[in-house]
């Protein structure tokens, strides 16, 4: 049970702000929204986590709507090396508890 | 971030006989490690939940005599895919956490069964 829904796939233009938005409307008041990438044929690599407010590292910004229901992955200045499936996943902190993918978002970046 | 190595990163092996797949954690020690079975174009499917020094927690529908886990230490966790079939070609993908941070994958492994 993934609970989150992603696009199937976006394109962004090489140098320009990829913007990957992320549907969890039943996110409940203890669980995480985090953030891998998979590229092809590779393990997953972590991006980025959040609760709630807006969060941000080398890799990118994640922005969190107030209501939590949603969230948007910001990846700054896009390269073809950030060609991959993207991955939104929620998540309890506090538990010991599993990470379920769902369909994620195939980002193609276009030179 | 930390690092998770898997070995061997392909391997073939001929049908009926028994494959083990190995997954450490280099520089953290993993409280907890899951596996997971990637098919083409298709996401993680989670295959089984295991903590050091004790038995795996399988997700439903995975068979655990065909998918032996053992976790032995708090650096290791190897899965063994028992009488290989075909159907059993798939990407393996093993991930790390300590404590309740986040988790960490390994490179995968390529199983084909001919």
């Known amino acids: 049970d993934a609970k989150t829904t992603q696009p199937t796939s976006m394109d962004c233009a090489e140098g320009r702000a990829a913007n990957l938005p992320c549907n969890h409307s039943?996110?409940?008041?203890?669980?995480?929204v985090y953030w891998y990438r998979q590229i092809h044929s590779q393990g997953p690599q972590y991006i980025i986590h959040?609760?709630?407010n807006n969060e941000t590292n080398e890799m990118a910004s994640l922005i969190i709507t107030e209501d939590r229901k949603s969230s948007t992955l910001i990846l700054p200045h896009a390269t073809l090396r950030d060609t991959a499936v993207y991955y939104c996943i929620v998540r309890p902190w506090n538990t010991g508890n599993q990470f379920y993918f769902g369909t994620g978002t195939s980002l193609t970046v276009i030179p | 971030g930390a690092v998770v190595s898997q070995h061997p990163s392909r391997v073939i092996c001929k049908s009926g006989t028994s494959v083990k797949i190995e997954c450490r954690s280099l520089?953290?020690?993993?409280?907890?490690m899951f596996w997971y079975r990637q098919f083409p174009k298709q996401s993680l499917m989670l295959m089984a939940t295991?903590?050091?020094?004790?038995?795996?927690?399988?997700e439903q529908g995975v068979e655990k005599d065909k998918f032996l886990i053992n976790h032995a230490s708090l650096t290791l966790s190897t899965l063994t895919v028992t009488s290989a079939h075909p159907e059993d070609s798939s990407f393996y993908i093993c991930?790390?956490?300590?404590?309740?941070?986040?988790?960490?994958f390994g490179q995968g492994t390529r199983l084909t069964v001919v």
């Open positions: 295991s903590n050091e020094g004790s038995k795996a927690t399988y």
């Open positions: 991930s790390a956490r300590q404590g309740r941070d986040e988790a960490f």
């Open positions: 039943t996110i409940s008041g203890n669980e995480y």
């Open positions: 959040g609760l709630k």
């Open positions: 520089d953290f020690q993993a409280t907890t």
